[in-house]
């Protein structure tokens, strides 16, 4: 054996050893760059996916049984007892320009000199429904503990049964939501968004 192949011969464990240490300390270094960005992205990307919304019947005490609506597997207090969980499609989720949220059912409508309208309109039988409605009309919804509460339907931003959603329709207000929050032009395709309705 020449000696210049004996000398190579003799180095290579060292210098395999040398790449796989570097390579290892690659690998790290970008695990960790991944894991920096992404975590504070997730707190950004995961809260705009539209979960489903569980309508959730508890015992609260003897005799005693409070309708919850909580996003879709979350935990009940300790103190109280499930006694019934559904997704009913018919619920809305109410977003208002400000930022409340209200899940209820729909119960009506009025009209701009406070008439209860004799029927829901048409835009009630879609999954979601981009704001405002027209200047002057009012929702009449029912909340979770039953009460009839009237809001004003100009200060509403979208309207969404989130359990009667499919996956794409899920995925377009996701992205439309990162669009409102990072103020990027949003598609205007007519399946992207729903077009609000006509004043």
Same mark, same amino acid.
């Given at each position: 054996?020449?000696?210049?192949?004996?000398? &190579?011969?003799?180095?290579?464990?060292?210098?395999?050893? &040398?790449?796989?240490?570097?390579?290892?300390?690659?690998?790290?270094?970008?695990?960790?760059?991944?894991?920096?960005?992404?975590?504070?992205?997730?707190?950004?990307?995961?809260?705009?996916?539209?979960?489903?919304?569980?309508?959730?019947?508890?015992?609260?005490?003897? !005799?005693?049984?409070?309708?919850? &609506?909580?996003?879709?597997?979350?935990?009940?207090?300790?103190?109280?007892?499930?006694?019934?969980?559904?997704?009913?499609?018919?619920?809305?989720?109410?977003?208002?320009?400000?930022?409340?949220?209200?899940?209820?059912?729909?119960?009506?409508?009025?009209?701009?000199?406070?008439?209860?309208?004799?029927?829901?309109?048409?835009?009630?039988?879609?999954?979601?429904?981009?704001?405002?409605?027209?200047?002057?009309?009012?929702?009449?919804?029912?909340?979770?503990?039953?009460?009839?509460?009237?809001?004003?339907?100009? !200060?509403?931003?979208?309207?969404?049964?989130?359990?009667?959603?499919?996956?794409?329709?899920?995925?377009?207000?996701?992205?439309?939501?990162?669009?409102?929050?990072?103020?990027?032009?949003?598609?205007?395709?007519?399946?992207?968004?729903?077009?609000?309705?006509?004043?």
């Amino acid at each position: 054996m020449e000696p210049g192949n004996a000398i &190579f011969l003799h180095m290579m464990p060292r210098l395999l050893s &040398f790449v796989l240490r570097r390579s290892g300390t690659a690998a790290v270094l970008l695990a960790l760059i991944a894991v920096s960005v992404t975590l504070p992205a997730r707190h950004v990307l995961l809260p705009a996916w539209p979960e489903r919304v569980e309508e959730v019947l508890a015992e609260a005490g003897p !005799g005693r049984v409070e309708r919850l &609506f909580l996003p879709a597997g979350a935990a009940v207090s300790s103190e109280s007892v499930v006694v019934a969980r559904s997704q009913p499609i018919e619920l809305w989720r109410i977003e208002g320009d400000s930022g409340e949220v209200t899940h209820a059912w729909l119960a009506g409508l009025r009209d701009a000199e406070g008439a209860l309208m004799p029927k829901l309109p048409a835009w009630s039988e879609r999954v979601r429904v981009d704001g405002p409605l027209p200047d002057g009309q009012r929702l009449v919804v029912i909340t979770a503990d039953h009460e009839k509460v009237e809001i004003d339907a100009a !200060g509403l931003r979208r309207m969404l049964r989130p359990n009667a959603m499919s996956v794409s329709q899920r995925g377009k207000l996701w992205v439309d939501r990162l669009g409102e929050r990072w103020k990027w032009p949003l598609t205007t395709t007519a399946d992207a968004r729903m077009t609000p309705l006509a004043r």
